[in-house]
């Protein structure tokens, strides 16, 4: 595998720590931040790395040589004057041939990029990105995607719109040799603003890849510091797919929002008022946060999967608005085994492995990020989320909340019973504090 690197920005916003040294070269844990990404890049495989150089060019050069220190083959494209993300990509058309990777060099990360590469080459894009959600989705630039993780629009900040999905970019992307004729030489461009606009609106073919990872920018002098701080408490490492992760899987109605029967309006969705809080102290604990919900609604055809994303985007904003709290992903099965409905979907009348209380939903977060299910755990208000609990062998906790467990579907006892959804959160929260 192949990757390049963009090392040539001369990082104003970070100086004067930049005015004799380039900002890819800045310290983190002691050594180059490209230090750490090449390292990185080696240890996932790739064996070939273009580095594009500008400003500071010279000690980038001398001191990483060809590569031989990091095991690696290292070529360097000179940039004369600063081209963007995109505009010195251009001088490597015809020395790459295959799909690669292309990297900011501000970014610390640690992802498992064979992963990455290999939903990359399943989906057949011209372009994939690396996504999260984020704290600050208000003043990121957003990215919607459909459900099969194509990207289908991006909102430049700021935005002017209510509520839009927490997807932001990671700055990390692989990339088909396609690219190269989209390109202009020798002109100034950003992928994010001009290129992947510009392909959209012709038609091409982008995904995104989901993550939770860790993937931090470090381009002004507060985010240096914070990228030292993740560095130095090794939150990189435990954000990796190396290690099985431990996730709170919530339920949606009755748990994270108001009980609304057949919930199919953006404008009926309310959050309950401890939501925001509970969600932000599941992100700080360190598990992931995975919405899993049953949404017959579609099968019923009382909204569709665009108008259900609507529904979704909202209840995100929501929960960034208050709290800066985010969702690290949100499955949901579409289906109900029964028919007899008025004007009902018969594409998703039929029995599946994905509705509650069958574990396909969980199954499928494990699979995307590597969840250790034996330090995991299920919330909600019904015996159904209880008996899908089990089934996967988490840990329960009913909440006092929606239906209270009333709906007697199941004879199953929770591991434990809660007030609501942020005293569970504050538990688990409590317990992860004491196991380190």
């Known amino acids: 595998m192949k990757a390049v690197i963009l090392a040539g920005g001369r990082g104003t916003r970070l100086a004067p720590l930049t005015d004799k040294i380039p ?62 993300t995109a505009g010195g990509l251009k001088e490597l058309e015809g020395r790459i041939a295959e799909d690669f ?9 640690d992802v498992h990029l064979p992963d990455f590469y290999a939903f990359h080459l399943q989906k057949k894009g011209i372009a994939t990105l690396f996504v999260h959600p984020n704290d600050h989705p208000r003043d990121s630039d957003l990215l919607a995607i459909d459900i099969d993780r194509q990207l289908t629009a991006i909102f430049a900040k700021p935005h002017g719109r209510a509520y839009l999905p927490n997807l932001s970019n990671g700055a990390l992307y ?26 959209l609106r012709g038609g091409q073919r982008l995904y995104a890849y989901k993550s939770a990872e860790y993937v931090k920018d470090m381009g002004t002098r507060e985010r240096l510091a914070k990228v030292n701080r993740d560095y130095d408490s090794g939150k990189p490492a435990r954000l990796s797919k190396r290690a099985g992760r431990p996730a709170v899987f919530l339920d949606r109605d009755g748990t994270l929002i108001e009980e609304v029967d057949l919930l199919h309006k953006a404008e009926d969705l309310c959050l309950f008022p401890f939501a925001a809080e509970a969600v932000k102290k599941i992100n700080e604990s360190g598990l992931l ?14 909204c569709s999967t665009e108008q259900l994303q609507v529904i979704h985007n909202k209840m995100e904003s929501l929960l960034a608005a208050e709290q800066g709290a985010f969702l690290d992903d949100i499955l949901y099965c579409p289906h109900h085994p029964h028919g007899g409905f008025p004007e009902e979907n018969p594409a998703y009348k039929r029995q599946c492995s994905c509705r509650k209380p069958a574990i396909g939903l969980i199954e499928k977060a494990v699979a995307l990020y590597n969840i ?50 942020l005293s569970s959160a504050e538990y688990i929260y409590n317990e992860q504090e004491l196991a380190k």
């Open 23 to 84: 900002k890819p070269m800045l310290p983190v844990g002691g050594k180059p931040i490209l230090q750490h990404q090449i390292e990185c890049l080696q240890r996932y495989g790739v064996n070939e790395v273009f580095l594009t150089v500008g400003y500071g060019a010279d000690a980038i050069r001398d001191f990483f040589g060809n590569g031989e220190k990091c095991a690696i083959k290292i070529h360097y494209v000179q940039e004369e004057i600063p081209l963007g």
């Open 101 to 109: 990777f292309l990297i900011y060099g501000d970014l610390l990360f």
């Open 174 to 199: 692989v990339l088909s040799p396609d690219i190269f004729q989209y390109l202009p030489a020798s002109r100034k461009v950003d992928f994010m603003h001009d290129i992947f606009p510009e392909l």
């Open 289 to 302: 946060a995975i919405l899993v919900t049953n949404q017959s609604v579609i099968a019923r055809n009382l």
């Open 372 to 421: 250790d299910l034996s330090s995991s755990w299920m919330i909600g208000d019904t015996t159904v989320d209880i008996q899908t609990g089990k089934n996967a062998g988490l840990r329960t906790i009913l909440v006092q909340t929606g239906q209270r467990g009333q709906d007697k579907r199941y004879a199953v006892e929770p591991d434990f019973v809660f007030k609501n959804l």
